[in-house]
């Protein structure tokens, strides 16, 4: 009987100890009298960065097609970024698939150019929408690649404009925008067509069994188009990169009998877009290079964003002090931000990681200990949303660095919003981010 109650009292204090208490993890891997130790470390040098030269075409070397180009221009004035303009002009080229065989007796009846929406817009399209005016311009000449940086453009790539040729007004909108062309310039067009219908001695194209010598040809003429926003534009959109969706079409006719000639989107890799940023009396315009930054408790405010450039620069504190018979169990970054419903700027789906260093370079990918990128994710309080926040995940980062030499200086990373060259979220951070340590101490 005796052995009965103290099996009866073991297992009522086994049940009593079972709870979803935090300070309850791990009690299987420990030894008796081991408890939970909860470490909150503040991050240092929180600030923000520009980098203005990334990446905004394909490219000769390893990277994929790019499916989008953004357009338009968005002034910020209602958020904490305290205001700026940012300006996306994307540039491109145009050659047709075959070479035209177009009757000596045609007739032309209009040229146009058309675009179509790619998925992605920033800016107020609901309560206080506006028209908005693209204008479409000849290049003076192709841009050049970097060579040394693998034969990219990157976002401080110059381009030349030459003449407007074309002008298109819609509201935004899927259907307006998908339903809206450039009228082009009639003397260009005819030109064009002429050149096409006659082939002259001095013809843009030249026959020729390599057909990729006659598109040359073509190009040494008509270089590319960039398509420039008006400065009372109010939104930025993405539109389709691909040959069904931009192209200039040749509407003619032979007789009776209507006819369109398209000369679509070409040469993938010579596409690019152009960003401008202008944060003139933000607390921001002192980014000047990539080697500036502003502090957070200069500007009140840490900013990353998509098209800009901005990322937010920090310090992660080092692996603290380690107490003897202690082991860390979990590891997060907190990032805690104003989530506002409804607001005409997302926030990102999730924040990327890098590793830099003193003069603001990428140097990596911050990854835990299985190569695994550290990314944050937004956890949306459900009591209170404003007190919602970006989590990342660095447990096994810490793990694997407490496990190795000890190292009294953090790693300094970026914080930037995902595919920067494609996106227009922001996420501004007003209070410095936390680490948080949890730790198993046992004796």
Not at 45 to 72: E, H, N
Not at 104 to 126: C, R
Not at 373 to 402: C, H, R, W
């Given at each position: ?402 496990s190795g030499s000890s190292n009294t200086k953090g790693q300094k ?31």
């Amino acid at each position: 009987m005796k052995r009965i109650c103290l099996g009866l009292i073991g297992v009522l204090l086994l049940i009593y100890a079972c709870n979803n208490d935090l300070k309850t993890i791990g009690q299987d891997m420990v030894v008796n009298g081991n408890y939970i130790e909860e470490m909150k470390i503040p991050v240092t040098s929180v600030a923000t960065v520009r980098l203005d030269s990334f990446v905004t075409s394909k490219g000769r070397f390893g990277q994929k097609d790019i499916t989008k180009l953004i357009v338009g221009r968005y002034e910020d004035e209602e958020t904490p970024a305290q205001g700026g303009i940012t300006t996306a002009i994307p540039c491109f080229q145009i050659t047709p698939k075959q070479y035209p065989q177009i009757a000596t007796n045609a007739v032309l009846d209009s040229t146009t150019f058309h675009i179509h929406y790619g998925g992605n817009m920033w800016g107020d399209t609901i309560f206080d929408r506006k028209e908005q005016i693209l204008r479409l311009y000849q290049l003076k000449k192709l841009p050049e690649f970097d060579y040394e940086k693998g034969g990219y453009f990157y976002n401080n790539t110059p381009i030349e404009l030459d003449s407007c040729i074309g002008e298109n007004r819609f509201i935004p909108t899927v259907s307006g925008i998908n339903n809206s062309y450039f009228r082009v310039d009639d003397t260009l067009a005819h030109d064009l067509f002429e050149r096409i219908r006659f082939k002259q001695t001095d013809d843009i194209y030249e026959k020729s069994h390599n057909s990729e010598y006659t598109f040359l040809k073509f190009m040494e003429y008509f270089k590319g188009l960039a398509i420039v926003p008006d400065k009372n534009n109010t939104c930025l959109f993405s539109i389709k990169a691909n040959p069904d969706s931009l192209y200039l079409q040749f509407t003619y006719r032979v007789n009776n009998t209507v006819t369109k000639l398209r000369f679509p989107l070409a040469q993938t890799n010579m596409q690019f877009n152009r960003f401008i940023t202008d944060r003139e009396g933000t607390p921001f315009d002192r980014l000047e290079d990539d080697t500036c930054s502003v502090s957070l408790e200069h500007a009140g405010k840490a900013l990353t964003q998509g098209l800009t450039g901005y990322m937010v620069k920090l310090e992660l504190p080092a692996v603290p002090k380690r107490q003897q018979y202690s082991t860390i169990i979990k590891v997060q970054m907190e990032v805690d931000v104003q989530y506002i419903e409804k607001l005409p700027l997302d926030f990102p789906p999730y924040i990327t990681v890098y590793t830099t260093d003193e003069l603001n370079r990428i140097t990596g990918v911050l990854a835990n200990n299985s190569d695994t990128p550290i990314n944050g994710f937004l956890q949306i309080n459900e009591t209170n949303a404003n007190n919602s926040k970006f989590v990342f995940d660095m447990t096994e980062y810490y793990q694997n660095l407490a496990s190795g030499s000890s190292n009294t200086k953090g790693q300094k990373v970026l914080l930037s919003v995902p595919s920067m060259n494609l996106s227009y979220d922001q996420l501004i951070i007003t209070q410095t981010p936390v680490v948080r340590f949890y730790y198993a101490n046992y004796k």
